[in-house]
């Protein structure tokens, strides 16, 4: 059983930074894909980033330049820096985990970019 959970969530303003944390319980982790997505009302959840267990990554379009994913496969942690927030940016973040035994999602952390 894997159990994600979120931190790092905000109030910023725009152009604003927020570091997101992801910390994963099991063994699994190192051989995992793990994936930031977002969700806000009234939309569906989008990827925002992803990482790869090979070290790729991918972005989504609205975010390449301003996002970047990482992680740390000896905390067990991934991380998404996001520089320069938008309004569009106010989401919940979730942290998602793809591995060999399925995928397992976080509980979720709040975003709000607003003045």
């Known amino acids: 059983q894997v159990h994600l959970v979120e931190s790092g969530g905000g109030l910023v303003q725009p152009g604003g930074s927020l570091r997101l944390s992801c910390a994963a319980s099991?063994?699994?982790?190192?051989?995992?894909?793990m994936g930031w997505y977002r969700q806000a009302p009234g939309k569906e959840r989008e990827l925002v980033a992803g990482?790869?267990?090979?070290?790729?990554?991918k972005y989504a379009d609205s975010v390449k330049g301003r996002f970047t994913i990482s992680r740390d496969n000896t905390k067990n942690t991934a991380y998404l820096q996001m520089n320069n927030l938008k309004p569009e940016d106010t989401a919940v973040y979730y942290c998602?985990?793809?591995?060999?035994?399925?995928?397992?999602w976080g509980q979720g952390t709040q975003v709000t970019v607003s003045s």
């Open positions: 099991g063994s699994i982790f190192s051989i995992s894909d």
């Open positions: 990482i790869f267990s090979g070290g790729g990554h």
């Open positions: 998602n985990q793809n591995g060999p035994y399925g995928d397992y």
